[in-house]
C-alpha cells in the first residue's frame, strides 16, 4: 500500500491504519530525507571496513534499511545480515552497512536537523545491465554482443536478476535522491564506450518505476585503479577511463543528475579504497548545494569548452574557482603531468601549462590530433581548484 505524501518533517510519529473492526497502531516513525545508495563493492563497502574519522554513535536521526536479497554462487539466494527492516544506528548495527551510505546520513542529518533514512541496495562484482530490464537494454541500443566482462559469468549478473530480484523490490520508496557508484564491472574494452548509454537508460527507467518520476541521480565517478599493479594481468585490464567519461557527460545532459569528481588514492592497486569519507562529503555538497540551495564546491574542474588560437590550445573550466597546477604536496608548479597530445608519430607529453582564471593554456605540437588529461584507468595528473578537487579526466579531438 503507497500512502499520501507528508511534508513535514517528524521523529516520533504513530500511523494507525483502520480496515473496518480492525487496527494496527506503529510508532516511532520518522518522516524525514530518504535516499537510495546503489551500484556494486565501493557503494556496499561496510563502514567497518573503512577509514573513520569518528567513531559510530547512536542517533535516532539515521535509520538504515539493507535490501536483503544476495544471490552466492552456491548457496544460492542468501539474505544479508541486518537486512530486511529498518533500524536506527545504535553505534554498532551499522558496521556492517554502507560505509558511503552511513556517512552521507551523518552528515545530512547534522546540516539539516531532520531524520535521514539510508536504503542500501547493492551488489559487488554487479554490471549497470543487470540493473536494468531486458527490454530496456534493448531500447538502449546497445550491441548485446558487446555487453561482456568476466564479471558476466556471476549469476546475479545474469537474466536481469539484480532488477527484478532486488531494485523492483525497494522501487516503490519515495527517495529524495539516488546515490549511484558503479562502473568497475562495466569495462570491458568493448562495452565500456556504451556505458553512457545504459546509464541514461537506467535514469530513465529507475525513475519510472519510482514515485519521484524526477528522481534527482548523484554518481560517483571510479577511483584509479591499476591492475596491473594489483598483479591481475601483464596488460591493463578494462577502459575505465571511458566510463568516468561517461558518469560525467551524464551530469551535462540530463536533467536533475550530479557527478561528484574522484577521490585520489595513496595506493591504485587496491580495487576497494578505504577512503570513503571523502567521497561521502562530495555527495553530501552535492546534495545540499542541488537540493537545498547551499552554494557548496563537489567537484574538480571540468571541461567546459576548448578553443584553438593559432598555435595555443585553451581549456575553460566549470568548477574552477582556483584553478591551479600543484603537486600531490600541494606545492604550486608550472609542469603538468599525465597530459598528452597524441601525433602520427605518437603520444608527445604536455609538460607546461598557464593557468588564466578558469582555463588553461598548452602549447600544441606540430601535428597534433588529440589531447587527453588523466584519460587512463588510474589517473595522476595534478590539476585542481581552490577546494583541493583533482579535475575530472577528459579526452579531445583537434582540428590541427
Not at 15 to 37: E, K, M, N, R, S
Request: glycine share 6%; charged share 20%.
Amino acid at each position: 500500500m503507497l500512502l499520501p505524501a507528508v511534508d513535514a518533517y517528524a521523529e516520533e510519529a504513530v500511523l494507525t491504519i483502520v480496515a473496518g473492526d480492525a487496527a494496527y497502531t506503529a510508532a516511532h516513525i520518522a518522516i524525514g530525507v530518504v535516499l537510495l545508495a546503489a551500484g556494486q563493492s565501493n557503494m556496499e563497502l561496510m563502514l567497518k571496513e573503512v577509514e573513520r574519522p569518528f567513531a559510530p554513535y547512536p542517533s535516532s536521526r539515521m535509520r538504515f534499511y539493507t535490501e536483503r536479497h544476495a544471490l552466492d554462487e552456491v548457496l544460492g539466494v542468501i539474505d544479508k545480515p541486518a537486512s530486511g527492516y529498518w533500524y536506527e544506528a545504535d553505534g554498532e548495527t551499522e558496521l556492517s552497512f554502507s560505509s558511503i551510505g552511513y556517512f552521507v546520513a551523518e552528515m545530512l542529518a547534522s546540516a539539516l536537523s531532520v531524520t535521514v533514512g539510508v536504503v542500501s541496495c547493492n551488489q559487488g562484482g554487479s554490471r549497470i545491465d543487470a540493473w536494468l530490464s531486458e527490454d530496456a537494454v534493448l531500447k538502449s541500443g546497445v550491441d548485446p554482443a558487446k555487453l561482456y566482462y568476466p564479471d558476466c559469468r556471476y549469476v546475479f549478473n545474469q537474466n536481469h536478476w539484480l532488477y527484478h530480484s532486488k531494485y523492483l523490490l525497494i522501487a516503490p520508496y519515495t527517495y529524495s535522491a539516488v546515490l549511484w557508484y558503479q562502473g568497475e564491472s562495466s569495462t570491458g574494452f568493448q562495452e565500456a564506450p556504451e556505458y553512457g548509454r545504459l546509464l541514461h537508460t537506467l535514469i530513465a527507467e529507475w525513475r519510472a518505476d519510482n514515485p519521484n518520476k524526477a528522481l534527482p541521480f548523484f554518481l560517483v565517478e571510479l577511483a584509479p585503479f591499476d591492475s596491473v599493479k594489483a598483479g591481475w594481468d601483464p596488460k591493463p585490464l578494462g577502459d575505465w577511463a571511458s566510463v568516468r567519461a561517461a558518469l560525467v557527460s551524464a551530469a551535462d545532459t540530463e536533467e536533475r543528475v550530479y557527478t561528484v569528481s574522484f577521490t585520489e588514492v595513496e595506493n591504485d592497486a587496491e580495487i576497494h579504497p578505504t577512503n570513503k569519507h571523502p567521497v561521502a562529503e562530495k555527495l553530501f555538497r552535492a546534495i545540499m548545494t542541488a537540493l537545498y540551495g547551499a552554494s557548496l564546491e563537489y567537484a574538480g574542474p571540468r571541461l567546459l569548452s576548448y578553443t584553438e588560437e593559432g598555435s595555443l590550445l585553451r581549456l575553460s573550466f566549470s568548477h574552477a574557482e582556483g584553478l591551479c597546477l600543484r603537486t600531490k604536496e600541494g606545492a604550486p608548479t608550472d609542469t603538468l603531468a599525465d597530459a598528452f597530445f597524441t601525433t602520427e608519430s605518437g603520444e608527445v607529453p604536455a609538460t607546461t601549462g598557464k593557468v588564466e582564471g578558469t582555463a588553461l593554456l598548452l602549447a600544441i605540437p606540430e601535428g597534433a590530433l588529440s589531447f587527453s588529461l588523466g584519460f587512463c584507468n588510474a589517473p595522476h595528473h595534478n590539476l585542481y581548484n581552490a577546494e583541493g578537487y583533482i579535475a575530472s579526466p577528459f579526452r579531445i579531438t583537434l582540428s590541427h
